[in-house]
């Protein structure tokens, strides 16, 4: 069975565009996105325990506050590190009292108010890195395959970190140093499955010149499916399963790159395809340049 994923191609940039409008409202409404505490800053406590208690166990204090979200460390020996958000007095004492009730008596290190631990200019040397990397990636794609089909692939990236960011945006989920990491992985790994997708068009193009050019594209995405769709559930996979299990700490990580996946899966077959269709469509169709080796 094959599947006519040119025929709607304006329908799939529509929804697309429609979503990152959305996003892109709410996070101009809400004044950007929701920073964590490696953004904000916050407070800072050691405390070391006259027993051993683990990171979970003091979690699960902090959860009857609403700090579960807190970064927990364990430093050595019964020493634990807590950072949290930015505690009143009487929030700090409340805790304090907490985790003296529940898991017995400490002696108090150190308590203070700390900064973020990610600072502007880290944010924005991550974006410039990006930025670096989408560009070089243009200069390579054009070298091996043609500069439509570089334009393509890179908007089909921006695609997938818009949609990343604007759905963070809409449900107002907390960000943390962690969410800058996913971006850039998200920006490494989506443009895997829109490269294999390009490349059998290349090869339909030397192969089949008489074809009909909607036809074409139609075939090599078809041809491509399984194994983009296999590829991508793998390793979706696993980043579900680290979603679930994998502690407070990981969670808008996995989140991201679960969001920041699925979209480079989706962008491959429905947005960088048709984008270079539509394009190709409007010009001379000529079979792309031969790779070098």
Do not use: C
Not at 183 to 205: A, C, H, M, P
């Amino acid at each position: 069975m094959r599947f006519d994923f040119i025929s709607r191609s304006k329908v799939w940039l529509a929804l697309s565009g429609t979503l990152i409008m959305i996003g892109l409202m709410a996070l101009l409404i809400r004044g950007g996105l929701n920073l964590g505490l490696d953004f904000r800053g916050g407070t800072l406590l050691q405390l070391r325990f006259t027993k051993t208690v683990s990171t979970e166990d003091v979690r699960n204090v902090l959860k009857d506050y609403g700090l579960e979200k807190s970064g927990i460390q364990n430093s050595g020996g019964n020493t634990v590190l807590i950072r949290t958000r930015d505690l009143t007095d009487q929030e700090r004492q409340d805790v304090l009292a907490g985790l003296k009730e529940k898991l017995g008596s400490y002696e108090v290190f150190r308590t203070e108010k700390v900064g973020a631990t990610i600072s502007r200019e880290l944010t924005r040397n991550a974006f410039l890195a990006s930025a670096i990397a989408s560009a070089l990636m243009l200069v390579y794609i054009t070298v091996r395959f043609e500069f439509k089909f570089a334009v393509a692939a890179i908007l089909a990236l921006i695609h997938d970190l818009l949609v990343t960011v604007s759905l963070f945006a809409l449900f107002n989920i907390e960000v943390d140093s962690t969410f800058v990491a996913a971006i850039l992985t998200i920006l490494g790994y989506s443009i895997n499955d829109t490269i294999v997708v390009f490349d059998r068009i290349r090869e339909n193009l030397k192969a089949r010149r008489k074809e009909p050019l909607e036809e074409l594209v139609n075939r090599s995405i078809n041809e491509t499916l399984t194994r983009s769709i296999n590829t991508s559930l793998t390793t979706l996979f696993t980043v579900i399963a680290l979603l679930f299990f994998g502690g407070e700490t990981t969670k808008v990580f996995a989140l991201a790159l679960l969001i920041g996946l699925a979209s480079g899966t989706y962008s491959s077959i429905f947005i960088a395809s048709p984008l270079w269709y539509l394009w190709q469509k409007g010009g001379k169709r000529t079979a792309a340049a031969p790779a070098k080796s």
